[in-house]
């Protein structure tokens, strides 16, 4: 019984808020963007690497690198055009913190259509670029990680942005209000530190 109640005041919600995140415009957003066409267009150039290599078509790389570059190019003007005209520049999220664990999941209809649309279209078009962003879209729309996962907290208190990272990557960013910036951030160090020495 007083491990139940345990488990559900660890669950109970430290901090909740809603908040409509800005798109383009957004720093943190465009690195993102930029990392994601920027992994993409090296991982289908190592591919058509590999596939010119066991071919013996050698020659035709430097082709095959520049059509996958205007490919990947387009798919990221496509995600700002996208993000600009079909997001209004807003996509809104919803954070919660508990003693646990921080999650986070995507709020507006439009951001919850656009991964599976846009995977599907990549899929039927042929294009890599697209379909990876809706892929990374779909995984991205909801989630959660322990405070135990944690490894590195980096905060920006003039942007009210708190990036959470693991071993390797950043997992998470934390938007907040200017209202609820202060809180959180309170929140997020006494929590990651009380998970480093459990």
Not at 64 to 87: D, Q
Not at 115 to 143: H, N
């Amino acid at each position: 019984m007083m491990e139940n109640k345990a488990r559900n005041k660890a669950d109970q919600p430290l901090a909740s808020w809603d908040i409509n995140m800005p798109l383009v415009g957004n720093p943190f957003f465009l690195y993102d963007l930029g990392k994601l066409f920027f992994f993409t267009y090296l991982v289908t150039a190592g591919i058509s690497l590999f596939i010119c290599a066991l071919s013996g078509e050698m020659a035709s790389f430097p082709f095959m690198l520049k059509i996958f570059f205007y490919i990947v190019a387009g798919s990221a003007m496509l995600s700002l055009l996208v993000s600009l005209f079909v997001f209004a520049n807003r996509s809104g999220m919803r954070f919660t913190l508990t003693e646990k664990k921080v999650s986070w999941e995507t709020r507006s209809q439009a951001g919850r259509m656009a991964g599976p649309l846009a995977l599907i279209a990549g899929l039927l078009a042929r294009k890599p670029a697209l379909a990876g962003a809706g892929a990374l879209a779909l995984a991205g729309r909801s989630g959660n990680i322990a405070w135990t996962k944690i490894r590195g907290i980096k905060e920006y208190p003039m942007r009210r942005v708190i990036s959470l990272k693991n071993s390797w990557r950043v997992v998470t960013r934390l938007f907040c209000t200017p209202e609820n910036y202060d809180a959180v951030a309170e929140i997020v160090r006494g929590c990651a530190n009380a998970a480093k020495k459990s």
